[in-house]
């Protein structure tokens, strides 16, 4: 690259937003590395990141974050890779109003509070890239993921729409659709569950019992898992390419799971994801 660009990625702390950190770094982008703790923050700045605390659940601390963000890159940001959440496991009857609201929280609102904080910089600028990271689940829903669904499926209707509007604005948007990817997201999704779940007065109460199982262990546990530098590798092109996809599916499981959605009938598919779900989030 002939100048170097600067970027902001949330949810830097592990996994898809640590890797994409490090690996814009290496590629001479000026990276601000966003985590929600303050511990998180030190850590990303002794592995030599520039790094900012940013709660996407609060607006005070995205308002804040950006303004640190210019800071360090002279008022200048040429892109934002929105990238930190986490998945809310549990039946859809079984979520409370607080639980969904939270889910909503962390993986819509704070992001589209994010993003309406940015277009303004980038009009200025005359140019940018907005970054999503969805899911295969923004795409296909899957059973005792539905709070997770939801959010993603806003986020792929919310993302189309703005890149419509935003045509001819000289801002680039992309959605990224991984589907596994080898991170914290089962230990996160885990914590969730016991926190908003009652499984001892569900009528699921059984499915929840291997669902925890699964949770539970170590590693990947599901097929096709690839890691990080999968996403690394389409953030790249829709950073840099002059002609940035809309959308970039990763991993064999989109690939397959986004043609099923086209071939088959509802009913179909809905067979299909109950089989691969094998009865439970995890």
């Not at 005070?60 to 986490?86: C, Q």
């Not at 689940?137 to 509007?165: H, I, M, Q």
Request: glycine share 8%.
């Amino acid at each position: 690259m002939a100048e170097r660009h600067s970027i902001l990625i949330t949810g830097c702390s592990s996994g898809i937003g640590h890797a994409c950190a490090h690996g814009l770094q290496r590629r001479g982008w000026q990276v601000v590395a966003a985590a929600r703790q303050g511990a998180d923050v030190t850590r990303l700045e002794r592995e030599g990141l520039t790094a900012v605390r940013l709660d996407l659940d609060e607006p005070d601390s995205i308002a804040a974050a950006l303004a640190a963000t210019l800071e360090h890159t002279g008022g200048r940001l040429d892109a934002l890779f929105n990238n930190g959440a986490y998945g809310q496991p549990g039946a859809v009857e079984d979520l409370s109003r607080a639980a969904l609201r939270a889910q909503f929280e962390t993986n819509l609102f704070g992001w589209h509070d994010l993003t309406c904080r940015v277009i303004p910089l980038m009009r200025a600028q005359g140019h940018g890239r907005i970054v999503q990271n969805s899911s295969v689940l923004g795409l296909v829903t899957l059973p005792y993921r539905g709070a997770y669904v939801a959010s993603k499926f806003a986020l792929e209707g919310l993302t189309d729409t703005l890149r419509v509007e935003l045509a001819g604005s000289g801002i680039q948007v992309s959605l990224i659709e991984p589907g596994p990817i080898t991170s914290r997201f089962r230990d996160n999704a885990h914590a969730m569950y016991r926190r908003h779940i009652n499984a001892a007065a569900s009528v699921h109460r059984e499915t929840y019992q291997r669902m925890e199982q699964r949770l539970a262990q170590p590693g990947p546990v599901q097929p096709f898992t690839l890691p990080p530098a999968a996403v690394l590798r389409r953030l790249i092109h829709a950073l840099e390419s002059p002609r940035p996809r809309p959308r970039y599916p990763v991993t064999l499981p989109t690939h397959v799971l986004a043609a099923l959605r086209r071939l088959l009938s509802t009913r179909a598919l809905d067979r299909v994801l109950q089989r691969a779900s094998r009865g439970g989030a995890g």
